[in-house]
């Protein structure tokens, strides 16, 4: 089982930027996909962007070229880049991975993180 901590969002204006960390803590653990999702207050959970232990990387149409995701295994940490933000970005973002302890595997979930964009 993986805990993951989000940080990094904020109340920012329509253009700015933001950077979200997830921090993955634990032992004995394998992440193999780390993702972003966001839930907007009514709305249902959308995917954000996702990668894999590989490198390679997935983005929600509504994101592309402004978002960019990556991750570094070493440390089990992962970040979303968040450029150009739009009211329409606002939502809780949460970090997502899938990990592998003893042979079976977990899908985790952090607490969130809130994003704002005001126009």
Known sequence: QVHLVESGGGLVQAGGTLRLSCVASGSGFSINIMGWYRQ???????????ITSGGSTTYADSVKGRFTISRDSAKNTGNLQMNNLKPEDTAVYYCNT??????REFDDWGQGTQVTVSS
Request: proline content about 6%; overall charge positive; aromatic content about 0%.
């Open 40 to 50: 907007a207050p009514g709305k249902q959970r959308e995917l954000v962007a996702v």
């Open 98 to 103: 899938r990990s592998r302890r003893s042979g």
